[in-house]
T-cell receptor
Framework: NAGVTQTPKFQVLKTGQSMTLQCAQD?????MYWYRQDPGMGLRLIYY???????DKGEVPNGYNVSRLNKREFSLRLESAAPSQTSVYFC????????????FGPGTRLTVL | EDKVVQSPLSLVVHEGDTVTLNCSYE??????LLWYKQEKKAPTFLFML????IEKKSGRLSSILDKKELSSILNITATQTGDSAIYLC?????????FGAGTRLTVKP
């Protein structure tokens, strides 16, 4: 049981480049989330998917897109990376939204030059 | 606007001390409040609180929710160096979870 896995672990991009962060969970959870964590700011929600086939914006969605590929996988895409997107990105999943704890992946450290 | 505020932002104590971390919130559609511990990598779940006044306990850690005061505390007794981490408070709303900025706890030998 791997829990929540993310790839890659580290990435360096140049301004304007694009990339996709991958996330998968093997806990049969319905809901999945993408967060970014910046120093002194806690975790901020970028997008979430309450169930397969649905996605919604979170607190800081600008500059990102997501795809809920199936129940297991939820990807985050940066179409044109900017230095302000330098951050640590966490994927998480929960059985359902609202009442359940979220389980987090190990994170991706992204630097945009 | 919904917000979750933690205090203090950082705290340095010595082994054996007892610490109390605070979390206050103003959110619409409150469902539950959660505490996480974050060391080097991903946050790990500690407690989920939904009812006022009922203490949750795990070893030296305990937590309680006060829905009247819109707040929660996390207590750690007899602290150890392994307790050094960032402690995150989060509030589950209808659809998502809002996090506080965290309290960085450092426990010195």
């Amino acid at each position: 049981n791997a829990g929540v896995t993310q790839t890659p672990k580290f990435q360096v991009l140049k301004t304007g480049q694009s990339m996709t962060l991958q996330c998968a969970q093997d806990m049969n959870h319905n809901s999945m989330y993408w967060y970014r964590q910046d120093p002194g700011m806690g975790l901020r929600l970028i997008y979430y998917s309450a169930s397969e086939g649905t996605t919604d914006k979170g607190e800081v969605p600008n500059g990102y897109n997501v795809s809920r590929l199936n129940k297991r996988e939820f990807s985050l895409r940066l179409e044109s990376a900017a230095p302000s997107q330098t951050s640590v990105y966490f994927c998480a999943s929960s059985r359902d939204r609202g009442y359940n704890e979220q389980f987090f992946g190990p994170g991706t450290r992204l630097t945009v030059l | 606007e919904d917000k979750v505020v933690q205090s203090p932002l950082s705290l340095v104590v010595h082994e054996g001390d007892t610490v109390t971390l605070n979390c206050s919130y103003e959110v619409t559609n409150f469902r539950s409040l959660l505490w996480y511990k974050q060391e080097k990598k991903a946050p790990t779940f500690l407690f989920m609180l939904t009812s006022s006044g009922i203490e949750k306990k795990s070893g030296r850690l305990s937590s309680i929710l006060d829905k009247k005061e819109l707040s929660s505390i996390l207590n750690i007794t007899a602290t150890q160096t392994g307790d050094s981490a960032i402690y995150l408070c989060a509030v589950n709303r209808n659809n998502d979870m809002r996090f506080g900025a965290g309290t960085r706890l450092t426990v010195k030998p």
